[in-house]
């Protein structure tokens, strides 16, 4: 299934590259239900949050300028980050 990462920049701790952000890619598996860091950093009580790992063509993430279009790197990313395209 194809996503895309949001763009959003909210101030804090925030565990999604933001070199991602934006940019489309592929889930390559789920990994399961973890707390989310993002409201567990500032000690709140966390919700459950999906972590999926997400595949991502170089040339997607940095253009023109990918040394190699067609590598691919994967990040780990909560599903409240991810819409679907």
Partial sequence: MKVRVHNNWPPGHVRT?????????????KIG????????AYRHAPEQRELLRVRFKMSEVWGANAENP???I???IYSHWLEAV
Avoid at 17 to 29: A, C, H, N, S, V
């Fill in 17 to 29: 590259p933001g070199y991602l952000r934006e940019k489309t890619g592929e889930i390559e598996r």
């Fill in 70 to 72: 067609n590598d691919e």
């Fill in 33 to 40: 239900l973890f707390s989310n860091p993002e409201q567990n």
């Fill in 74 to 76: 994967e990040a780990e």
